[in-house]
């Protein structure tokens, strides 16, 4: 099984010039093509002019059509993987497939190749130096909103999957969770129709109030800021006396050095300063 390979081949997200090199190569050589749906790689295979054979996997035989992969790679057939459009394995399926490959001693080859949430998060303007990829979230309002507290205080650009008829929802909710943060949305990435929408999340719920969701839409939006998170803390301790807040330190586990300390840098007091007001804390 030493030249046994399972290829893992991005596709496409629009524009079929996306296509490389690497990929055309893998896919007229392959001698199986596992795909998300046949019909939609069947039109890519007919304009490569592909010949191999296609098995389908999809999110719902994934795990039981991966004993079917293994007994071709077993027969030393080289399996192309793909999805629909982009990397197979984000928010695609494809994981248990790769999983299963590398745990039977299969060697993976992974393409690079287009990607719809990078292509987005580039093209949004927030910060790119760090993120977090989400992808779509839970259908159930209640769910998808304990899914966004989750996030919502990583200072990382947050990156959204959502469909068009569930978009007014999904920024309604996520304004009432994130609060009005910059975002940006993406839609028709590399086909004829591409385009950014950049803004707050009010003013952006305020243009789709008449304007109608069309295509799936990658939603980049910007992290907690150290200026809300600023705020946030401001707002935590209105109320809260400089010896209650030391107190509320210590029964967590700090030292009184160490509480004052932090109390004297949460408040931008000196602190001896602090000190001089606990001095009776023991």
Sequence with gaps: ?????????????????????????????????????????????????????????????EKARCADILEALDQGRTVALVSDAGMP?????GQVVIEAAIG???EVVVLPGPSA????????GLPTDRFTFVGFLEKN?????????????????????????????????LREVL??????????????????????????IE?????????????IAEGRTPEEARAEAEASLEGLSIEDHVRQLMEEGLSKMDAVKRVAKERGLKKNEVYMKVTEID
Excluded: W
């Design 117 to 124: 949430f990078v292509t987005a998060l580039v093209g949004s």
């Design 104 to 106: 039977h001693g299969v």
């Design 207 to 219: 243009r789709y109030e008449t304007k109608e969701p069309r295509g799936e839409y990658v939603i």
């Design 1 to 61: 099984m030493a030249d046994t390979k399972l290829i893992v081949v991005p596709t496409p997200i629009g524009n079929l010039s996306d296509i490389t090199d690497r990929v055309r190569e893998a896919l007229l050589s392959a001698d199986l093509i596992a795909c998300e749906d046949t019909r939609t790689t069947g039109r890519l295979l007919k304009h490569l002019g592909a010949k191999a054979p296609t098995i389908s996997y999809h999110m719902h035989n």
């Design 141 to 173: 309002r209640t769910r998808r909103k304990k899914q966004l507290e989750e996030v919502k205080d990583r200072p990382d650009t947050l990156i959204f999957y959502e469909a068009p008829h569930r978009l007014r929802e999904f920024l309604e909710t």
């Design 179 to 204: 609060g009005d943060r910059r975002v940006s949305l993406a839609r028709e990435l590399t086909k004829l129709h591409e385009e950014y929408e950049r803004g707050t999340l009010s003013e952006l």
């Design 89 to 93: 394995g984000v928010s695609d399926p």
